[in-house]
């Protein structure tokens, strides 16, 4: 892994066999991720499925196994990456705008997230829908009674549809701000789902790591 080292007033030199692989030019302007304690530079120029495209070949060139991790997100966790341009919620929508995850919403989610913006936030309607619409995350039908009747005993039942519908995609991850009901309650023992926080220190870089096996 190549070292670099800042210069006056933050210049940074990205090495040359990087810049040709990715076709970056002398006075390309890059977009500059902070995740967590993580930067990610992105070519400004380039849409999120080319460069998703060039990590994929240059993981693949290295001889690794490359899937996008499933990841399911909540109400909570939605609303709180629309609402931030820089919380930790914020990086996971990122995350999957660029093409590194693939991330899954329920129809509850939409309807709920849809809910709370037109009551509380109801001239950025428009804007909330349209947002979702450049997302485009995988929507997945809401779980039907019996499927929910298997987590009633195992959360909230409230939460039970959310558990379910998180199970039934086949989600790798289910990002949630409600620690309350999901976190802690050894709901792992009951599915594979890994269920974690935004804002957690590690969550950001174990989705990614998720990626390589």
């Known amino acids: 892994m190549p ?15 990087y810049r040709k692989e990715l076709g970056i030019g002398k006075e390309d302007v890059l977009n500059v991720l902070k995740i967590g304690d993580v930067l990610i530079l992105v070519p400004k120029q380039l849409a999120g499925d080319v460069v998703s495209r ?7 060139k290295k001889g690794l196994t490359l899937e996008r991790p499933k990841v399911f997100i909540d109400t909570s966790a939605l609303i709180a990456g629309i609402a931030s341009s820089k919380g930790a919620a914020r990086a996971v929508l ?20 849809d809910r709370n913006i037109e ?10 829908r349209e947002f979702i619409k450049l997302l485009a995350p995988v929507l997945v039908d809401d779980p039907r009674q019996k499927e929910v009747a298997k987590y009633l005993t195992v959360i909230n039942p ?4 959310i558990l379910a519908s998180a199970v039934i995609s086949g989600a790798d991850f289910l990002v949630t701000w409600d620690r309350r009901h999901f976190i802690g309650k050894n709901i792992h023992i009951h599915s594979s789902l890994k269920i974690v926080t ?9 989705i990614l790591i998720d990626r390589f096996y």
Do not use: C, F, H
């Not at 060039?54 to 693949?60: F, G, N, Q, S, T």
């Not at 999957?96 to 509850?108: F, H, N, P, Y």
């Open 3 to 17: 070292v670099v080292k800042l210069r006056e007033r933050g210049q940074l030199t990205i090495p040359y066999e």
């Open 54 to 60: 060039k990590i994929e070949a240059a993981i693949k």
């Open 94 to 113: 990122q995350l999957a705008e660029i093409g590194l995850i693939e991330l899954i919403v329920s129809r509850q989610v939409i309807v709920e997230a």
């Open 119 to 128: 009551e509380k936030l109801p001239e950025m309607l428009n804007e909330y």
């Open 158 to 161: 409230d939460d039970a549809p």
């Open 198 to 206: 935004p804002g957690e220190q590690w969550s950001i870089p174990l």
